[in-house]
T-cell receptor, first 114, second 115 residues
Framework: DAKTTQPNSMESNEEEPVHLPCNHS???????IHWYRQLPSQGPEYVIH???SNVNNRMASLAIAEDRKSSTLILHRATLRDAAVYYC???????????????FGKGTKLSVKP | EAGVTQFPSHSVIEKGQTVTLRCDPI?????LYWYRRVMGKEIKFLLH????????ESGMPNNRFLAERTGGTYSTLKVQPAELEDSGVYFC?????????????FGQGTRLTVV
């Protein structure tokens, strides 16, 4: 089962920032926080990941709480193309058994209004 | 650099027939994963190859599914015989390393419809 909790859906207006929350209260010290998204009729796409510090890349920013029990994916200016299902996934830094794979939950369906 | 490619993009077969899905990972990626999403459900892990070896096949639903990765390059997933409940979208992913510090790259998926 997924070890993260996300809202089922969120709405945003185009050109506005979007903050997608994720709770992972049982996170271990060796878990990385990964975000993927799935656009309609496409495969999941990597967005960003981090361990403890906030991270930025060309797609988004990841803000990680100090206790690491929650995180927020930030899209600075939502576009219509950002409408997708966003998945927050924990992935252990060490490989062992089935921990190499990604465990997808239901994710958050983001709608972007023009 | 080419991404993960999957063939075919769509397949419609009759119940009882055989279908083979193919995945070409990103060159140099030793780790290859198969996932699938059946109607209305979440994306589920099927199995994981490290090079040509099956590292974890705990997600394979039953023995009608056979995955291979000869030579550690491309992989095939065969369903024989196909059943109605096998309908869904099958995704392949690859990654360079195993640890949580690396990302996985997914293909566009193969939509399988069993009628």
């Amino acid at each position: 089962d997924a070890k993260t909790t996300q809202p089922n859906s969120m709405e945003s207006n185009e050109e506005e920032p979007v903050h997608l929350p994720c709770n992972h209260s049982t996170i271990s010290g060796t878990d990385y926080i990964h975000w993927y998204r799935q656009l309609p009729s496409q495969g999941p796409e990597y967005v960003i990941h981090g361990l403890t510090s906030n991270v930025n890349n060309r797609m988004a920013s990841l803000a990680i709480a100090e206790d690491r029990k929650s995180s927020t994916l930030i899209l600075h200016r939502a576009t219509l193309r950002d409408a997708a299902v966003y998945y927050c996934i924990l992935r252990d830094v060490y490989y062992g058994g089935s921990q190499g794979n990604l465990i997808f939950g239901k994710g958050t369906k983001l709608s972007v209004k023009p | 650099e080419a991404g993960v490619t999957q063939f075919p993009s769509h397949s419609v077969i009759e119940k009882g027939q055989t279908v083979t899905l193919r995945c070409d990972p990103i060159s140099g990626h030793d780790n290859l994963y198969w996932y699938r999403r059946v109607m209305g459900k979440e994306i589920k892990f099927l199995l994981h190859f490290v090079k040509e070896s099956k590292q974890d096949e705990s997600g394979m639903p039953n023995n009608r599914f056979l995955a291979e990765r000869t030579g550690g390059t491309y992989s095939t997933l065969k369903v024989q015989p196909a059943e109605l409940e096998d309908s869904g979208v099958y995704f392949c992913a690859s990654s360079q390393d195993l640890g949580g510090y690396t990302e996985a790259f997914f293909g566009q998926g193969t939509r399988l419809t069993v009628v």
